[in-house]
């Protein structure tokens, strides 16, 4: 890509964008235009959107290509219908509420955190974050509904882009409320599938897995298992994922999960381990690198590249296969415990 002028102001005023979307999620925009075209005047009146400034705001969803404009009104595109629509099964809604509420005002302070992260980013020490974030039912909820808008984008290809049909039961170590286990588990009804993580979410679990339609036998595939991956004995299955979850720890606590999980398999048995990783040079995946600083900022934690993470599954004794790009955003690592 050039770097000239005017993509630099395009660089600079993105969270414009970021902000319309924000706003659009939070106003519920998407939701009342989802099933078909609604005048101006009434979007003004059912959203609660000052005149002065509804049609800019509107229009600017539909330059973004999340809206229509016809003389019936406005509507969703069918990317709005597939992603931003509450409900739809690949919503996102709760990643992006997330970034709006959380992540956008800690990179306020970048320039500051840059010059005082000594305390923080690749130290000895990260404290656990999880207490904190459960403390209330409405966190946990938030938090969780924050990871579902990630992982549902990566349920259909974690399902297409392993061998899922030469094994019988997995779990998802870290797995949050269990929306990668119900997909994984929906797509591929030979499977067992556990999500394992810590006791406040196993109502959110329940819920999700109430709620979903259309998969016959759901309910008595996938179960919640309560219990830390430092301490507790892990589930008895032949894979295990782990997501966004190394992200959060400081090396020696990624290497200390990937050991009980190794130690934890059976012999044949398979961990598969996804983040927004780095490239080896550094120098490629903007987005992996912005990420790493993103978790700096939220953990004192890093992302880190393929390499290092093949390097700790090599030396926990797994046999390592090539990365596998689940979406342009992720990496999927494989290690195979020996025979
Ligand atoms: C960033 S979230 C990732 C969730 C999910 N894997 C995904 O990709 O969306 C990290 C998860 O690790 C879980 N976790 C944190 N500490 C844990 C522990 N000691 N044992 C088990 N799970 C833990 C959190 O509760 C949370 O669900």
Same mark, same amino acid.
């Given at each position: 890509?050039?770097?000239?002028?005017?993509?630099?102001?395009?660089?600079?005023?993105?969270?414009?964008?970021?902000?319309?979307?924000?706003?659009?999620?939070?106003?519920?925009?998407?939701?009342?235009?989802?099933?078909?075209?609604?005048?101006?005047?009434?979007?003004?009146?059912?959203?609660?959107?000052?005149?002065?400034?509804?049609?800019?705001?509107? &229009?600017? %969803? @539909? $330059?973004?290509?999340?809206? /229509?404009?016809?003389? =019936?009104?406005?509507?969703?595109?069918? +990317?709005?219908?597939?992603?931003?629509?509450?409900?739809?099964?690949?919503?996102?809604?709760?990643?992006?509420?997330?970034?709006?509420?959380?992540?956008?005002?800690?990179?306020?302070?970048?320039?500051?955190?840059?010059?005082?992260?000594?305390?923080?980013?690749?130290?000895?020490?990260?404290?656990?974050?999880?207490?904190?974030?459960?403390?209330?039912?409405?966190?946990?909820?938030?938090?969780?509904?924050?990871?579902?808008?990630?992982?549902?984008?990566?349920?259909?290809?974690?399902?297409?882009?392993?061998?899922?049909?030469?094994?019988?039961?997995?779990?998802?170590?870290?797995?949050?409320?269990?929306?990668?286990?119900?997909?994984?588990?929906?797509?591929?009804?030979?499977?067992?599938?556990?999500?394992?993580?810590?006791?406040?979410?196993?109502?959110?679990? &329940?819920? %999700? @897995? $109430?709620?979903?339609?259309? /998969?016959?036998?759901? =309910?008595?595939?996938?179960?919640?298992? +309560?219990?830390?991956?430092?301490?507790?004995?892990?589930?008895?299955?032949?894979?295990?994922?782990?997501?966004?979850?190394?992200?959060?720890?400081?090396?020696?606590?990624?290497?200390?999960?990937?050991?009980?999980?190794?130690?934890?398999?059976?012999?044949?048995?398979?961990?598969?381990?996804?983040?927004?990783?780095?490239?080896?040079?550094?120098?490629?995946?903007?987005?992996?690198?912005?990420?790493?600083?993103?978790?700096?900022?939220?953990?004192?934690?890093?992302?880190?590249?393929?390499?290092?993470?093949?390097?700790?599954?090599?030396?926990?004794?797994?046999?390592?296969?090539?990365?596998?790009?689940?979406?342009?955003?992720?990496?999927?690592?494989?290690?195979?415990?020996?025979?």
């Amino acid at each position: 890509m050039t770097v000239t002028a005017a993509s630099l102001i395009k660089t600079a005023t993105g969270f414009y964008e970021a902000q319309a979307l924000f706003a659009a999620v939070e106003l519920g925009v998407f939701a009342r235009v989802s099933s078909g075209p609604v005048p101006l005047s009434t979007l003004q009146d059912d959203l609660g959107l000052h005149a002065n400034v509804a049609a800019d705001f509107l &229009d600017a %969803l @539909v $330059a973004m290509r999340l809206l /229509t404009r016809t003389d =019936a009104g406005y509507a969703a595109t069918p +990317a709005a219908r597939a992603y931003l629509t509450p409900g739809a099964p690949e919503y996102i809604g709760g990643f992006l509420t997330l970034n709006q509420r959380r992540l956008y005002p800690a990179w306020g302070d970048l320039t500051s955190f840059l010059k005082n992260a000594e305390n923080l980013a690749h130290g000895a020490k990260v404290d656990d974050p999880m207490p904190a974030l459960y403390a209330t039912p409405q966190r946990t909820r938030s938090f969780a509904e924050g990871m579902d808008g990630y992982a549902t984008l990566l349920g259909r290809p974690l399902s297409e882009k392993f061998d899922w049909a030469s094994v019988k039961s997995f779990a998802d170590l870290g797995g949050c409320r269990g929306m990668l286990t119900t997909r994984v588990a929906a797509a591929h009804p030979h499977l067992q599938g556990v999500t394992f993580d810590l006791a406040p979410l196993n109502p959110l679990f &329940d819920e %999700l @897995v $109430a709620s979903v339609t259309g /998969t016959t036998d759901l =309910a008595s595939r996938v179960r919640f298992q +309560a219990g830390s991956f430092f301490t507790d004995p892990l589930p008895e299955t032949e894979v295990y994922i782990i997501g966004h979850v190394l992200h959060d720890w400081v090396e020696s606590k990624r290497r200390e999960i990937i050991q009980r999980a190794y130690d934890h398999l059976p012999a044949g048995g398979t961990l598969l381990i996804y983040d927004s990783m780095i490239d080896d040079q550094r120098e490629e995946s903007a987005f992996g690198l912005l990420m790493s600083l993103n978790m700096a900022l939220l953990s004192g934690a890093s992302e880190y590249t393929m390499a290092q993470g093949q390097g700790w599954l090599r030396e926990a004794g797994f046999q390592v296969e090539s990365p596998v790009a689940l979406n342009e955003l992720t990496t999927l690592l494989i290690g195979r415990k020996p025979l």
